[in-house]
């Protein structure tokens, strides 16, 4: 790959990432929930599954599922029904009048589970239709036929893994400073209604959209 192509495929990468959605979201309603590490594990687990949708890409199995109808409609109602389970959850929260904790960076801090948060990364990176659509339309136009299809997608997914990293990290990291103010009860349950509006809302729009 040149310099050029590179340079293009850097800047559309960091465009995507830095752009607000469903990632983006997650990462912020779980650093509320569980802190720092919440929020940095939970994008781990959303980045993770990148190098998923790159060998997906790869292996040609997205030429099948743009063309079978039913595969891309069931992808598609999965990502919509954790999305809007998602938002229930927050409102869940909102209707129990519960106000969330932002866990302390000790190892004591009771609101952080590693599984939990990996898990809800990747199924909300691997579900997300947005994410697969993107991968199949966009990768190619970076491959070199001449080399291999799966080590270029990687390696593209690789920049695209580290860039996300890091602005999801520092996403949780402003959101951990603005603990003080997000703990207070009113603003927890304006937040937690936000962000489980939100969320319901992406997974319509996901389930509706043609």
């Given at each position: ?190 937040f937690d209604g936000v962000t489980g509006t ?13």
């Amino acid at each position: 790959m040149g310099i050029a192509a590179l340079t293009t495929y850097l800047i559309a990468i960091t465009l995507l990432t830095i752009t607000p959605g469903v990632d983006t979201m997650l990462v912020i309603r779980n650093t509320a929930r569980g802190g720092w590490r919440d929020g940095a594990v939970s994008s781990l687990g959303i980045c993770s599954a990148l190098f998923l949708h790159a060998t997906i890409s790869a292996v040609g199995i997205s030429v099948i599922l743009l063309q079978a109808a039913w595969a891309f409609s069931l992808l598609k109602m999965a990502g919509a029904g954790y999305l809007i389970w998602l938002g229930l959850s927050s409102w869940r929260k909102v209707l129990k009048q519960e106000r969330f904790e932002i866990a302390n960076e000790s190892p004591s801090g009771g609101a952080f589970l590693v599984q939990r948060s990996l898990r809800e990364g990747f199924l909300s990176n691997i579900l997300n239709p947005k994410t697969a659509i993107f991968y199949m339309a966009f990768l190619p136009q970076f491959i070199n036929p001449a080399q291999s299809a799966l080590l270029q997608s990687l390696f593209l997914a690789g920049l695209h893994f580290v860039i996300a990293m890091i602005w999801q990290c520092l996403l949780a990291l402003m959101v951990k400073q603005l603990k003080r103010w997000l703990q207070r009860p009113r603003v927890s349950q304006v937040f937690d209604g936000v962000t489980g509006t939100v969320m319901i809302a992406l997974g319509l729009r996901v389930a509706t959209e043609g």
